[in-house]
């Protein structure tokens, strides 16, 4: 409970503005930030746009909203985002320091406890990953033993938090579950993880109260939508209903139906058949046929059929647009293609094609990084360096994402990186579909502009 006793002083200005305030319907978000990576803060609610403010001189913003909805929003600094939530007649501050975004946030004001709190269980999740990784091997009843324990003490803070602040039943409500769903998610991964960790051939029989708490789930919790806890668990519950179901009606010899065609159409079902919440449906079909097409990399009449069977369920339009330019991404990065012709930038801030960053007699291998994924960038440019080595015919390209172009030149500078190999993308969305980029590891082999590897990982294909 360390975090709750900290506090910021409360500017001068943010008090003015927050104590002329005339109505309790009004919320006022403000706030520091140290060492930006941005001039702007953007606030969404759920996945819909709210307002921005620029960083003043100070590095401080501020938000005045008049007659919001009380529920979670986020913020958005780009590249990080976190969690808020705003009740009518809040006047919340926010410090924190972009080097450690998560760990330095704290609240203080009005509204303050909850979103202490849920940052302090976000925390204690992430820094709990390890030590549950470790249950994975456990039999069931010894690794619901240690699950549930974390998660009581957890409970016990919540209750500490409620008596002495006396929350709203949202917050309550919206505390909890970012303490529950975080627990189902590892009860779901269970019977998988500890498959992999012990060598089993087949899952291990659980007993009949392991997944006792999904009887007490919500599938229709509009207000938990965009809780990542809460969607997260969707995704681990669907999928592993699915091999459950696939098991019990397709199976041969006890083994559910490898197909992933087969798979994805049982989720689909699922999901059809348990979630009447418009939103939540459209979301999760959408991550279904995501995650088909990202795995598949293959454009075939099946996988047509497909999208046209999630088209038929989604009543989202632009995830429908998304699908399509994800599909018409993975045919063009077929082999014997030719490079998307894709513009980024130069340290100078001159544009250049990744067509004409491929079109040499040597190899080029397309590699991407972000600055809030500061390990993984540290690691993939000591791997860089030793398959330069290795591969001294073969060039290497890098592209930047979700980083602005000051804090770029910055990095670049300060790890010494080679101008003439290092690229900012400005536009993620338009990259990421063009060279379906699903996970930082992944690259993009060309040579001559003609794709040779459109699906390669910078691990494992070379």
């Known amino acids: 409970m360390v975090r709750f006793l900290l506090g910021i002083t409360l500017f001068s200005t943010f008090v003015s503005c927050s104590d002329s305030s005339e109505s309790r319907s009004s919320v006022f978000f403000g706030g520091e930030i140290v060492t930006p990576t941005s001039d702007y803060v953007v606030l969404y609610h759920n996945d819909s746009y709210v307002d921005s403010v620029k960083l003043d001189d100070q590095n401080r913003f501020s938000f005045q909203l008049n007659n919001i909805e009380d529920g979670l929003y986020h913020f958005d600094h780009t590249p990080e985002l976190q969690y808020v939530y705003l009740t009518q007649g809040d006047s919340l501050l926010a ?3 972009t080097v450690e975004f998560d760990e330095s946030l704290v609240y203080s004001g009005k509204g303050s406890e909850i979103n202490n709190f849920l940052i302090e269980i976000f925390l204690k999740n992430e820094n709990e990953e390890d030590l549950v990784n470790s249950y994975y091997e456990l039999d069931p009843e010894a690794f619901s033993k240690k699950i549930d324990s974390l998660h009581s003490a957890k409970i016990d803070l919540l209750k500490e938090l409620d008596i002495d602040n006396q929350l709203t039943p949202m917050a309550l409500s919206m505390a909890q579950a970012s303490i529950d769903y975080n627990t189902y998610i590892h009860k779901e991964k269970y019977p998988f993880y500890h498959k992999k960790e012990t060598g089993e051939e087949t899952i291990h029989e659980l007993g009949e109260n392991f997944y006792g708490y999904r009887k ?7 207000e938990l939508t965009y809780f990542r806890p809460y969607f997260d668990f969707m995704k681990w519950h669907f999928g592993n209903m699915s091999y459950v179901t696939c098991l019990e009606n397709c199976s041969t010899n006890k083994k559910p139906v490898s197909d992933r065609l087969h798979f994805n159409k049982h989720k689909l079902a699922l999901v059809d058949s348990l979630v009447k919440q418009t939103e939540l449906r459209d979301i999760l079909f959408r991550n279904v046929a995501m995650d ?12 047509t059929v497909f999208i046209e069977k999630f088209k038929s369920l989604s009543t989202n339009q632009e995830h429908q647009e998304e699908i399509d330019l994800l599909y018409n991404g993975i045919k063009n990065l077929q082999p014997n293609t ?9 340290f100078d801030d001159k544009e250049i094609s990744l067509k004409d960053l491929a079109n040499n007699k040597k190899n080029t291998v397309f590699y991407f990084w972000t600055a809030d994924q500061k390990r993984h960038f540290r690691n993939v440019n000591n791997h860089i360096v030793s398959l330069e080595k290795k591969y001294p015919h073969y060039n290497f390209v890098g592209i930047n994402l979700r980083t602005n172009f000051a804090q770029w030149k910055q990095m670049m500078d300060e790890y010494k990186l080679d101008k003439d190999k290092q690229f900012f993308g400005e536009n993620f969305k338009e990259l990421q579909m063009a060279m379906i980029i699903d996970g930082l590891n992944k690259c993009v082999i060309a040579k001559d502009t003609v794709v040779v590897d459109g699906f390669a990982n ?5």
Request: avoid cysteine.
């Open 458 to 462: 910078l691990y494992t294909s070379l």
């Open 338 to 346: 030719t490079v998307p012709n894709i513009v980024v930038r130069n």
């Open 216 to 222: 007490d789930i919500d599938f229709n919790n509009k």
């Open 95 to 97: 410090r924190l320091n």
């Open 292 to 303: 088909y097409l990202l795995r598949e990399h293959r454009p075939s009449e099946e996988a």
